[in-house]
């Protein structure tokens, strides 16, 4: 995931942006595709890791989320990669800092979180196949290697252009990350005191 901004003259960097969130707390606003999503926890975590205070907005879909960041309506975004590459690389929107553990191929000049100053602030939106709980172990392995299988070179290129970077794993693994993302998710929001609607 990655943060981004419409107005790279007044926000040039992460740093600049959580002081104007401290000095006026509540006023800065962040777009998402709605409550729960992506987007909403990206902005979660950040005022938790910053102390920051924002005003979430949230839109009907990713789309209308980044039109109206594009079109300077919010203040920010914390956006999945693929629906922020197209604008950056156009101009429309800046980038400000990638919430993963390293750089961004797509935006190597782009400091990730921890660069910028905001410590343990990482978080990525992915997707995975899943199968019923009680698939047998033996089919759950075929699948994971003809799902490798259809990876190959030429489909991670072109995935790798529009931001998705292909982290082919064991079912074990993904299970793992599902666990620990349930729990960070749940803290998150926990703490803003959202309930279910």
Sequence with gaps: MVMIV???A???TVASFIAAAKANPGKL?????????PQHLGGLMFESRTQTKLLH????GGALAINDTIAGTVDAMFAVMPEAVPHVKAGTLAALGVMSPTRSPVFPQVPTMQEAG???LTLSAWMALLAPAKTPKSIVDQLNKAVAAAFDNELKAKLAESGIEVALSSPEDAQRLITQDIKIHAELVKASGLVPQ
Excluded: E, L, Q
């Design 6 to 8: 419409k107005d790279k």
């Design 10 to 12: 007044k926000y040039p």
């Design 29 to 37: 606003t962040f777009a998402s595709s709605g409550d729960g999503s």
């Design 57 to 60: 907005v949230p839109y009907r």
């Design 118 to 120: 905001v410590a343990n």
